[in-house]
C-alpha cells in the first residue's frame, strides 16, 4: 500500500483531512472511524491516522473527491465540541502506531496472616539450656501442627554471633504475635533450618546463582538509535570512511572500547600549533561568531515547506518503546546532534560544502565512535554538570579536526544548539531533515542517517517534548564548559600565545 501526501486542519467542531490520491474510484474509498482512529482505503493508498482526541462519523460529517485534483477531502466531526486538537502538523507523529499497552502482573503476592492463639503459651519462656532440652524437643515436634494455620510472609534469619540477645525477631515475622521473652538460644542453626524449611512447605529453598555474565548470542555490538542496529559497519574497513574511530573491527567494540577509541583518537588528532595559531589569527572566526542563524532569528509562524513535509512522508514507521533513562539519553544525545550542526551551519552560515557530511559526522560523537551520552538518570531534568560532561565530547572534536578549531567558537555553538533547542520540535525538526538532507546525499556516510538521524526525526516528532526541550535548553545555556576539562592545557597555550603576541608589539613600538 501507498501511504498518499495528506495534511490536516481544523475548526472549532471539525477536522478535515486532505489527502491526494489520484486516478481513483470516489465508490472504492473506504472509511473507518474508531474513536480517535482514523482509516482511509482506497486501492492502492492506505493512510492510518492517530489523533490526540476522539471523533465522530455522524451526519455533519462528509467525504468529497475532486477528480480534478486528485484531493479527497474528509470532515470528521469532533466528539467534544471546541476541543483544540494540537500537533496536526507533526504527520510522523500522527502516521505512529498506537502505543502498545503492556499488561504486567506482580511478581510477589502478600498473603493474609491467621494467629495462632496457643502459639505464644507453648513458646513461652522456652530455652535450649539443660533441663529444659525436653521441652524444646517437645515443641519442635509439635511445630508442624501449629505451622498447618499459619501463612509465612517474610522469613528472616538472624546471625549466630548474637548469642545474648533477644531472638523476637525471626519468631515475630513468622508466628505474629509470638512473645519477646525467648531467648537467643532457642533459635539457633537447626531450629533456624527447621523453620525455613516449614516455611517453604517443606522443600529446598533455592537461588538463582548470581555474578553470570551476560549472554552473547553474536559478537556484534549493536548501535545507533536506542541500540537498534547492527550491521551496517561491517566492511567499513574497505570503504572510504574518514570519520570511523573504530577502526575495522567496529561492529564487535563495547560500550567502553568505544569511548576509549574516541579518546585515543582525539588525543592523537590534537594539533597544539593549529590552536595556537588560530588563537593569534582569528579574524575569520570573529566574522563566524557574529553570524545569527535565521531559524535561531526567525519571528513568523512556523510552517513546514512541501519537501519537508514530502521528506517527512518517506519516515520509517516505527513505534519505540524507551524506558525514562533511555529518554534521558536521548535528549543529551540530541543536544550534542545539534552542537555539529550549530558549528556546521556557522561555519558555511547554511551554504552546505562537500566537507559539510564529513564535519557533522567527525563532530558528532554518536556517529563517529558511536558513542552517545550516558547517564543513570530517570527523569526529565537536566543538571549543568550533567550537560557540560555531554558537550566535552563535541568540544574536543571541535577543537581537535574541522579547519576552525577555537574555544569561543564551541561556545557559540552551545549558545546556537540550546535556542534551536528552545524553539521546540517543528525547529529541532527542521534542523535534522537538514542533517539527513546532506548526509542522504554523501556515498559514505549516508549510513549515519540510516542508524540515527531516520529514528531521531520519527522520535521528536511523535515523543519529544517541548517542555523537556525548553528545560534542556535552559540548562544548556547556564551549563559552563571548562577548559581544564578539555584535557589540552588551553589556558597555558593562550597565555603563552598572548604572550608572545605582547612581546612582538612591544618589539613594533621600538
Keep these: 500500500m501507498i501511504t498518499p501526501r495528506f495534511s490536516c486542519s481544523q475548526t472549532e467542531d471539525a477536522v478535515t483531512v486532505s489527502m491526494y490520491c489520484p486516478s481513483v474510484r470516489a465508490a472504492d474509498v473506504e472509511i473507518n472511524v474508531n474513536d480517535n482512529l482514523l482509516t482511509v482505503h482506497v486501492n492502492p493508498y492506505y493512510l492510518r491516522l492517530n489523533f490526540p482526541h476522539n471523533l465522530l462519523e455522524d451526519d ?5 473527491y475532486d477528480a480534478g485534483t486528485g484531493y479527497l477531502n474528509v470532515t470528521l466531526t469532533k466528539e467534544r465540541k471546541s476541543q483544540h486538537f494540537e500537533d496536526l502538523d507533526l504527520l510522523a507523529k500522527l ?17 493474609s496472616t491467621e494467629e495462632n492463639e496457643n502459639l505464644d503459651q507453648k513458646l513461652e519462656g522456652l530455652s535450649l539450656k539443660g533441663e529444659d532440652q525436653s521441652e524444646f524437643e517437645e515443641v519442635r515436634r509439635n511445630v508442624p501442627s501449629l505451622l498447618s494455620s499459619v501463612k509465612v510472609e517474610i522469613v528472616f534469619m538472624l546471625s549466630p554471633n548474637q548469642s545474648s540477645d533477644k531472638a523476637y525477631g525471626l519468631a515475630s515475622l513468622i508466628f505474629p504475635p509470638i512473645s519477646r521473652n525467648i531467648h537467643y538460644t532457642l533459635i539457633g542453626t537447626k ?3 527447621f523453620l525455613l524449611a516449614a516455611a517453604n512447605d517443606w522443600q529446598l529453598p533455592q537461588q538463582v546463582p548470581e555474578g553470570l555474565p551476560e549472554l552473547q548470542t553474536s559478537i556484534e555490538k549493536p548501535y545507533g538509535f536506542l541500540d537498534l542496529h547492527s550491521g551496517y559497519l561491517r566492511h567499513v574497513g574497505h570503504t572510504e570512511n574518514e570519520v570511523n574511530d573504530l577502526g575495522p573491527d567496529a561492529e564487535n567494540c563495547s560500550k567502553d572500547e568505544r569511548s576509549a577509541r574516541r579518546t585515543k583518537r582525539e588525543d592523537d588528532k590534537w594539533d597544539p600549533e ?3 595559531a ?15 542563524h535565521p531559524y535561531i532569528v526567525a519571528q513568523d509562524p512556523f510552517e513546514y515547506t512541501e519537501s519537508e513535509n514530502l521528506e517527512i512522508l518517506r519516515l520509517p514507521r516505527k513505534e519505540y518503546l524507551a524506558d525514562a533513562r533511555q529518554t534521558h539519553e536521548l535528549y543529551l544525545t540530541l543536544a550534542t546532534v545539534l552542537f555539529s550542526y550549530a558549528y556546521e551551519s556557522r561555519t558555511t552560515q547554511l551554504d552546505p560544502s562537500p566537507e559539510s557530511a564529513w564535519t557533522l559526522c567527525i563532530l558528532t560523537p554518536a556517529f563517529s565512535a558511536l558513542d552517545p551520552p550516558k547517564s543513570s538518570s530517570t527523569t526529565a531534568e537536566f543538571t549543568a554538570d550533567e550537560v557540560a560532561a555531554a558537550l566535552v565530547p563535541s568540544y574536543r572534536r571541535s577543537l581537535a579536526f574541522p579547519l576552525y578549531r577555537s574555544f569561543a567558537l564551541a561556545e557559540k555553538c552551545r549558545t546556537d544548539a540550546a535556542q534551536l533547542l528552545a524553539k521546540g520540535r517543528r525547529t529541532v525538526m527542521r534542523c535534522l531533515l537538514d542533517m539527513k538532507r546532506i548526509l542522504d546525499h554523501h556515498e559514505v556516510y549516508y549510513v549515519y542517517s540510516k542508524i540515527w538521524l531516520d529514528d531521531f526525526c520519527v522520535w521528536v516528532q511523535a515523543h519529544a517534548s517541548d517542555e523537556v526541550l525548553e528545560s534542556l535548553a535552559k540548562t544548556m ?34
Design 477 to 510: 545555556l547556564g551549563a559552563k564548559v571548562d577548559k581544564d576539562s578539555i584535557g589540552w592545557h588551553l589556558e597555558e597555550l593562550e597565555a603563552a600565545t598572548q604572550e608572545v603576541e605582547d612581546r612582538e608589539a612591544d618589539s613594533d613600538d621600538e
Design 278 to 292: 588560530d588563537f593569534a589569527d582569528d579574524e575569520y572566526i570573529q566574522d563566524l561568531l557574529k553570524w545569527k
Design 191 to 193: 531450629l533456624s533450618t
Design 60 to 64: 455533519n460529517s462528509a467525504a468529497r
Design 95 to 111: 502516521l505512529a502506531p498506537r502505543p502498545t499497552e503492556t499488561k504486567t502482573t506482580p511478581s510477589i503476592e502478600v498473603l
Design 274 to 276: 593549529h590552536y595556537m
